[in-house]
């Protein structure tokens, strides 16, 4: 072990300090451009490819390559994924945009990787919540594999062709390569483009919100985007963070933040807090669950002490809803630590005791008025007690383990039932 000790007078002095242009790390020298062959022999796929998907992950957002994926994405003409980390770095209004793949990810995005001749994986490690089954996974497709880390390249899936270099660098250098190599002219993929859309048809994103019925999460969020469809989004763990990825319309990068892979329960009051300090003149809304929210709500006694606007909405199902819906499907129902309905706070009053504004919503016709007051306070943090149906599960699902051919697209397709 070694011990870094700093007296104090250091610590309290004051001195000159300039950023550095460039830092140099002794040892650390990483390629940042991709190796000019490689990127001759990735073209050389692409425009072989009739089915292509390019499977963007997180190290696009961060290598800040939004512009150059979508330059790239349009000239290739290939349709996109991204995963949970890289949502909003592709405006899920393009009509190239596929949804988010992998186990809770859109259909259509799912059986696209399954039935691609092509998939150029930018910035992702092919993590099992997105392959499922890694040996099931795009079996019919060649593999172009872009990541800064070399140890990623060929760790679950041995690529055709391996690219190392700085996710938006080498965006870049595929891009100048296509565009020589076309010479104008843009592949249209039709008969691909025309399959993709009949899944997009069949197999939507759906719930069912009555008028007088439990209150589905999925309708709130639709709500929440509606009334601020440009405000950053932290999310916790569990189900409340796939609805939120599904149902939120990101249309800019680095308006998501959730723990990711660490699966970080209690990740959204905190993140949330961080995030409306680091840009105080924007909307920061926190979308949590009630088990998460019960391991870091106190967070928001700094909040209120320090006046951060920040909104908390928080779906009450009265359970931790995945390991719940886990156990209804693949156990039996033998429900094991799941139910939180007793010995549990009162969550407008806990929010008013630390200093916020506490809001309770029990019914449909309640959820605009509510998100609107929240929205409306800016001196204070805000929580949003959703009374969300207990019941209601994240479709589409890929059993763990399992392959992505065996998606459960919707609740009605579960054996059992209408």
């Not at 490819?49 to 290939?78: H, I, Q, S, T």
């Not at 886990?326 to 429900?335: S, V």
Request: glycine share 8%; net charge negative.
């Amino acid at each position: 072990p070694v011990l870094v000790d700093l007296p104090k007078d250091i610590l309290t002095a004051q001195m000159q300090w300039h950023q550095p242009g460039r830092t140099n790390l002794p040892g650390y020298k990483p390629s940042t451009h991709g190796h000019a062959r490689q990127v001759s022999a990735a073209i050389d796929l692409v425009m072989a490819a009739n089915r292509p998907v390019l499977y963007v992950g997180g190290g696009v957002l961060k290598a800040e390559g939004e512009v150059e994926l979508l330059r790239f994405a349009e000239r290739a003409n290939a349709p996109v994924v991204t995963t949970l980390m890289a949502r909003g770095v592709f405006p899920d209004s393009h009509p190239l945009h596929l949804g988010m793949p992998g186990m809770h990810g859109h259909y259509t995005a799912i059986r696209a990787l399954q039935e691609a001749d092509l998939v150029v994986a930018l910035g992702a490690r092919f993590d099992d919540r997105v392959t499922g089954d890694p040996a099931s996974f795009a079996q019919r497709a060649k593999i172009i594999h872009v990541d800064v880390d070399p140890a990623e390249i060929g760790k679950i899936r041995v690529p055709d062709v391996p690219i190392v270099g700085d996710a938006r660098l080498v965006i870049e250098q595929l891009d100048a390569a296509l565009a020589d190599a076309q010479a104008g002219s843009r592949p249209e993929h039709t008969a691909w483009f025309e399959e993709l859309s009949v899944w997009q048809r069949d197999y939507p994103l759906e719930y069912d919100q009555t008028a007088d019925g439990p209150l589905k999460q999925q309708y709130v969020i639709e709500e929440l985007n509606k009334l601020a469809p440009d405000a950053t989004i932290v999310a916790g763990v569990g189900q409340h963070q796939m609805w939120a990825s599904q149902f939120w319309k990101f249309e800019r990068p680095r308006t998501w933040i959730n723990s990711g892979g660490l699966g970080t329960m209690g990740y959204a009051v905190p993140a949330a807090v961080g995030a409306q300090v680091g840009v105080p003149d924007k909307t920061v809304i926190a979308i949590d669950g009630d088990g998460c929210f019960q391991m870091t709500f106190q967070e928001l006694i700094t909040a209120a002490i320090e006046k951060i606007p920040v909104k908390v909405v928080l779906m009450n199902n009265s359970s931790l809803g995945m390991v719940k819906q886990w156990q209804r499907l693949f156990y039996d129902e033998r429900y094991s630590s799941v139910d939180l309905t007793t010995h549990t706070p009162d969550y407008v009053k806990l929010a008013e005791a630390m200093g916020c504004v506490g809001i309770r919503v029990d019914s449909r016709d309640d959820v605009r008025p509510a998100l609107e007051k929240a929205l409306a306070v800016e001196d204070q943090p805000v929580v949003v007690e959703v009374k969300a149906d207990p019941d209601e599960m994240v479709f589409p699902m890929v059993p763990a383990g399992a392959s992505n051919d065996d998606v459960i697209a919707r609740f009605r397709d579960l054996p059992g039932q209408p």
